[in-house]
């Protein structure tokens, strides 16, 4: 995997807790912990997206969709991502 060096500034309460984080023995520098969060953010976008899209589709397991259907999960969609 290609990787980029990017540099951030963090307020004093982060960057303590990504220090405690190291000290406890998960991580074994900044660049796991900050690596870690990003999976986690990017997972629980991808889950709720996941979750409007089932929603939007719920009850219809039956039945064609219908244009109604669709523009509810475009919709739905769009909102997951900040569209």
Do not use: C, W
Not at 48 to 57: K, V
Not at 68 to 81: P, S
């Amino acid at each position: 995997m290609a990787t980029k060096t990017i540099h951030i500034t963090l307020p004093n309460e982060l960057n303590g807790y990504i220090e405690r984080k190291i000290k406890g023995g998960r991580y074994s520098d900044v660049s796991e912990v900050v690596r870690e969060a990003l999976r986690q953010m990017e997972a629980t976008e991808l889950a709720s997206e996941l979750e409007q899209f089932e929603r939007a589709f719920a009850g219809g397991h039956n039945r064609r969709e219908t244009e109604q259907d669709i523009r509810r999960v475009e919709e739905a969609v769009k909102a997951g991502r900040g569209a």
